[in-house]
C-alpha cells in the first residue's frame, strides 16, 4: 500500500486509487483536496476498534471506585433504583444521538449539530463546554493514577509519574487515529476483563465461595438495609438516599457522546457507528444496573471503609469486600487493571477534547488554526493546546496544592448533564426539521423509538437534575460559597456562553425548514457508496487479528507461512 495514498482524506466526488491493505470491505481511499471546513480527519476506524471505544467509553473508574459512594449515601436498593433510572434516560439520549449522528457522522458530532440544526450559540455553548468538560478531566484522570499506585507504595516520584503519563498520551494521540483506536481496543479489554472478574468475584462468594465458606446471599440487603437514610432521617431521609445514589449514577452512567464523537473518523460510519450505538442498550444494563446490583451485595452501605476518600483503590467496594474476606491476591490484580481503566479515560478525553475544539474551529466557533491538521489528519494546533491541560497535574507535586485539580473536576460536574441538554433540543430541532422538509425518518440508517417524547423527557430530566444536583448546600445551616460553586459553576459558565455569543454574533434560532439537513450528506454517501463488499462483522475483525498475531509468531520462528 503507497502510504501517500493511505494518509489522505475522503472529499466530495474524487478519483479513487490505492487499495487499502487488510480490509475486506474493499474501498479504496481518495487522494483529491478538501476543501477548508469540511472533514479534513481520515476515516481510519474499523468496526472492532468503533466496538471496544463504545465500551471503553462506557466503563469508566466511576463503576469500580465512586459508585461506593452512592451506595453510602443510599444503601443498596436506592442504588439500583437509581442507576437504573439515570441508565434509561441515558438510553433516551443514546437514542437522540444515534439517530442524528448515523445520518450525518460528522467531525465534532452533536457540537456541530447544535449549531446547524438549532442555533449557532447553542453549538458555541455545546462545543465549549464539551471541551472544558474533556479537557479538565485530564489531569485528574493523572492524578487519580498517582493515587491508585499509593496502594503499592508511595516512594515512586509523582512528577515522573506525570510525564510519563503526559508523554504516553502524546504518543498515542499525535499518531494517526488508528493507532489511537488500536490502543483504546487493548486498554477497553482491560476494563472488560475487570468488569468480568468484579463480577464473578460477587457470584462466587455471594454462594459461598468464600475463605469463610459462607453462602451470603443478600444478606446486607436485610442488614443494616436496603435503604439508607441520607442527611435527614425517616421517609425523607431515604428519598435523600435515593437522589444521593442518583447523583452518583449521574456522573459514572455516560458513553454515547464517545461513540459520536468518533463518527468523523469511522470507516463505515453508517454501518460500524450505528452497531456501536445499537450495543449501548445492553451494555448499559450488563455494566451499571448489574454493576450496582453487584457493589450492594459484597458490601454493607454502611462500612466505614466507604468514605475513607483515599482516592485510592482501597476505597473500591470491590477491594474493601475482599480485604474484609481475607482475599489476599484478587485485591492487587484489581487495583492493577484498575491503573489501565484510568489510563483510557484520561486518553479519550485527550481525544474527545481535540476534536471538539477541532469542531468548533470548523464552524468559526473557535480560532481557524485549530483546523489545520497534519497529513495524518490529527489536529496538530488542537492537539498542541489540549497537551497544555495534563500538565496542571503537578500540582499534585506540592501537597498544599493537590487539591486544586479535584477542584477542578467537580467544577466541571455540571457540564455532563448541560451535555445532555444540549442533545435533547438539537433531536428535538433535528425531528422537527425533518417533518416540515418531507424527510421520511424511516428512511434514515437509524430511527430512534417514542420520538420524541423520548428527547422532551431527557430535556426535562437533564434540567432538573442539574438544578437539584447541589440542594444540600440550600438546606437549613447548610449554606456555603465552597459548596454552592462547585456544582453551578458550570451552568453559570453555559449561560455566559450561549448570551455571550448570541449577543456577540446576533444569532437566532434555526427555523426548522431552514435547517441544513444537507450539509456533509453527498459526500458521506459518496464515500459509503464506494465500498464494494459487505462491511466486516466484529467477531471476523477480531479473528483476523488473532489470525494474523498468529501467522507473525510462526514466521518469527522460522516456520513457512507463504500459505
Excluded at 80 to 94: K, P, Q
Excluded at 202 to 230: C, D, L
Excluded at 322 to 348: C, K
Aim: hydrophobic residues 50%.
Amino acid at each position: 500500500m503507497d502510504p501517500a495514498v493511505a494518509d489522505k482524506p475522503v472529499g466530495v466526488g474524487e478519483a479513487e486509487s490505492g487499495p487499502r491493505e487488510e480490509k475486506v470491505s474493499g474501498h479504496r481511499d481518495s487522494v483529491g483536496e478538501v476543501e477548508d471546513g469540511s472533514n479534513q480527519l481520515h476515516r481510519h476506524l474499523g468496526n472492532r476498534q468503533i466496538q471496544l471505544i463504545a465500551i471503553g467509553g462506557t466503563i469508566g473508574t466511576g463503576l469500580f471506585v465512586s459508585i461506593g459512594g452512592g451506595l453510602a449515601a443510599g444503601g443498596p436498593a436506592n442504588l439500583l433504583l437509581g442507576y437504573s433510572v439515570h441508565a434509561l434516560m441515558i438510553c433516551l439520549v443514546n437514542n437522540s444521538l444515534a439517530e442524528m449522528v448515523c445520518y450525518m457522522p460528522v467531525s465534532g458530532s452533536f457540537i456541530r449539530m447544535a449549531g446547524r440544526w438549532v442555533d449557532d450559540a447553542l453549538g458555541f455553548l455545546a462545543g465549549w463546554n464539551f471541551f472544558l468538560y474533556e479537557a479538565i478531566l485530564i489531569p485528574f484522570e493523572i492524578t487519580a493514577l498517582n493515587l491508585v499506585l499509593t496502594f503499592w507504595t508511595d516512594k515512586i516520584p509523582v512528577a515522573a509519574i506525570c510525564v510519563a503519563v503526559i508523554v504516553l498520551y502524546a504518543i498515542i494521540n499525535i499518531l494517526a487515529v488508528q493507532y489511537y483506536g488500536e490502543a483504546e481496543f487493548w486498554l477497553a479489554s482491560g476494563k472488560l476483563l475487570l468488569i468480568l472478574i468484579v463480577f464473578f468475584f460477587t457470584f462466587i462468594t455471594a454462594v459461598g465461595g468464600n475463605p469463610q465458606h459462607e453462602p451470603y446471599g443478600f444478606r446486607y440487603w436485610y442488614s443494616p438495609g436496603a435503604f439508607a437514610e441520607h442527611i435527614h432521617a425517616g421517609t425523607l431521609g431515604r428519598f435523600e438516599g435515593f437522589l444521593g445514589s442518583l447523583f452518583s449514577a449521574c456522573f459514572t452512567v455516560v458513553g454515547p457522546e464517545y461513540v459520536a464523537m468518533v463518527a468523523g473518523e469511522a470507516e463505515r460510519p453508517r454501518v460500524y457507528i450505528k452497531n456501536g450505538f445499537k450495543t449501548v442498550y445492553w451494555r448499559f444494563f450488563v455494566f451499571f444496573v448489574l454493576g450496582a446490583l453487584a457493589v450492594g451485595v459484597v458490601i454493607p452501605y454502611d462500612d466505614p471503609a466507604l468514605n475513607n476518600g483515599s482516592g485510592t483503590a482501597d476505597g473500591s467496594p470491590y477491594v474493601i469486600a475482599m480485604q474484609n474476606m481475607g482475599v489476599a491476591v484478587l485485591p492487587h490484580i484489581v487495583n492493577a487493571l484498575l491503573l489501565t481503566s484510568i489510563f483510557s479515560a484520561g486518553n479519550a478525553y485527550v481525544y474527545c477534547a481535540m476534536r471538539s475544539l477541532y469542531g468548533l474551529a470548523c464552524d468559526g466557533q473557535a480560532p481557524a488554526i485549530f483546523k489545520r491538521t497534519m497529513k495524518n489528519g490529527i489536529p496538530i494546533y488542537a492537539f498542541a493546546v489540549v497537551m497544555l491541560f495534563p500538565f496542571l497535574s503537578f500540582l499534585q507535586v506540592s501537597g498544599s496544592t493537590a487539591s486544586a485539580v479535584t477542584t477542578l473536576q467537580s467544577v466541571t460536574q455540571g457540564a455532563t448533564m448541560i451535555n445532555y441538554i444540549c442533545i435533547s433540543l438539537t433531536y428535538i430541532f433535528f425531528h422537527r426539521a425533518c417533518a416540515a422538509q418531507g424527510v421520511d425518518r424511516a428512511s434514515l440508517p437509524y430511527v430512534g423509538y417514542l420520538q420524541p417524547y423520548g428527547a422532551y423527557v431527557t430535556f426535562v430530566y437533564m434540567i432538573l437534575v442539574e438544578g437539584i444536583f447541589g440542594y444540600t448546600v440550600f438546606l437549613p445551616g447548610r449554606w456555603s460559597v465552597a459548596d454552592f460553586f462547585p456544582p453551578y459553576t458550570m451552568a453559570f459558565v453555559a449561560i455566559l456562553l450561549y448570551f455571550g455569543w448570541k449577543i456577540y454574533k446576533r444569532t437566532r434560532f434555526v427555523s426548522p425548514l431552514d435547517a441544513d439537513l444537507v450539509w456533509e450528506k453527498p459526500q458521506i454517501d459518496a464515500y459509503e457508496a464506494a465500498f464494494t463488499e459487505p462491511p466486516t462483522r466484529f467477531r471476523d475483525e477480531l479473528w483476523a487479528l488473532i489470525s494474523r498475531r498468529k501467522r507473525v509468531k510462526e514466521n518469527h520462528m522460522g516456520e513457512d507461512v507463504s500459505s
